[in-house]
């Protein structure tokens, strides 16, 4: 790209003027545009009046690219954005999840300040620069206010795990947005909780999934022969195709895709588009929704194990869509008796272990707490655990 004053001996291409430390000057050539943006340098006027008044087109370009503002740091400032994603991703780990209501309100907060403030620019702007700024920033603040909206359920859910009482997941959009600002103290009080326990439980190895204290006096176990009906979803083409293909399944009001909860009609199953789903079912009107990781290590080929007791996991990316298949529930994993009140960091954030529950360990290695008496329902000991599966009955 290069910079001149214009002057009579040479005609630019393109003169497209905009000032620099005050001084007016014209550009020869348009600059490529991504380019441009990441520098900033395409805050130029370009219908020939620099006045600070912009066309609808030019006001939603600009207001696009400040949308897509957040690619325009992570280029221009790759190191402060990693360490930004690092230090969040920590505190939600540290807290178990209590933070993000937090996290969320100033989100959108932040988000509501530059809109405001993009607007009072925009009002003001002087020259077609300006303008296309402030534009810029009203997109910015906009992005950070819609993704804190729509984070703002699944916050407040992790938060409630996490011991978060006043974090409500009732509602819609706008209340769980609401509902963040709401719970928003008591997070914080949690979150001081759950680090100072967390710390502890991290430096003595009680809380990790793959510590060497978890793993001692595990008592292995294999889920009950359980069996089912089960098919990939297929989340291609229109609404129309997805119910066609879709045996079972219907579309909410809000836009999601369900399929029934026999036990809580009132709950059904919300299946996740964006992630490989497998869906269940027991019987016409019982089904449920698995996670694509979680059926891998689960559930066996129905003939197979039938035929000859064959532990054939089946892979959900190889199945093909919509296709029917018999499976059998063989889930392996474990338990560990600790003592009442142990909190233990899981996915879905910090638990603690009441009396008659203990900690169980999915087949991938995941912890998480249960009551006993679903431990010696669902499943049978392998070999050598008897004794210690057992002993589960006597727990109150």
């Excluded at 974090?167 to 949690?190: M, N, R, Y």
């Excluded at 294999?222 to 229109?238: D, H, I, V």
Aim: charged residues 20%; proline residues 5%; aromatic residues 8%.
């Amino acid at each position: 790209m290069s910079l001149s004053v214009t002057n009579a001996a040479r005609q630019p291409l393109k003169a497209n003027t905009y000032y620099q430390n005050t001084q007016k000057i014209t550009r020869d050539t348009d600059p490529d545009s991504f380019s441009a943006w990441l520098k900033d340098e395409d805050k130029v006027c370009t219908d020939g009046k620099d006045d600070g008044k912009l066309s609808f087109g030019e006001a939603l370009t600009s207001f696009g690219k400040g949308l897509a503002g957040i690619v325009k740091t992570a280029i221009n400032h790759p190191i402060a954005t990693a360490a930004t994603v690092a230090a969040g991703a920590a505190l939600t780990v540290a807290t178990g999840g209590a933070a993000l209501p937090v996290m969320v309100a100033a989100g959108a907060a932040a988000g509501g300040v530059q809109i405001g403030y993009g607007a009072y620019k925009a009002a003001t702007a002087e020259t077609d620069g300006e303008a296309k700024q402030a534009f810029e920033t009203m997109g910015n603040g906009t992005f950070a206010l819609a993704t804190s909206a729509l984070g703002a359920k699944p916050a407040l859910k992790a938060a409630q795990n996490a011991g978060v009482t006043s974090a409500s997941t009732d509602g819609g959009v706008i209340k769980s947005l609401a509902g963040c600002f709401k719970s928003a103290p008591e997070a914080i009080k949690v979150s001081g909780a759950n680090i100072k326990g967390n710390v502890l439980t991290w430096t003595t190895g009680k809380i990790h999934a793959n510590s060497n204290t978890l793993r001692k006096n595990q008592v292995k176990y294999m889920s009950k022969p359980n069996e089912a009906q089960a098919y990939r979803f297929n989340p291609n083409g229109t609404e129309a195709d997805i119910l066609k293909n879709n045996p079972g399944v219907f579309k909410g009001q809000d836009g999601n895709y369900y399929v029934p909860n026999k036990w809580n009609p009132d709950s059904p199953h919300l299946i996740n588009t964006s992630k490989e789903q497998m869906i269940m079912m027991y019987g016409p009107d019982d089904m449920a929704v698995c996670d694509a990781g979680i059926f891998k290590g689960s559930y066996v080929d129905s003939t197979a194990f039938k035929a000859d007791g064959a532990l054939n996991y089946q892979n959900p990316s190889n199945l093909e869509y919509g296709k029917v298949i018999d499976v059998t529930k063989q889930a392996p994993g474990a338990f560990k008796s600790v003592q009442s009140g142990t909190k233990v960091q899981t996915l879905e954030g910090v638990q603690t272990v009441n009396d008659g529950q203990v900690i169980a360990i999915d087949h991938a290695g995941n912890p998480y707490v249960t009551p006993a008496s679903n431990i010696v329902k669902r499943n049978i000991p392998l070999e050598g655990y008897e004794e210690s599966f057992g002993k589960l009955t006597a727990q109150k």
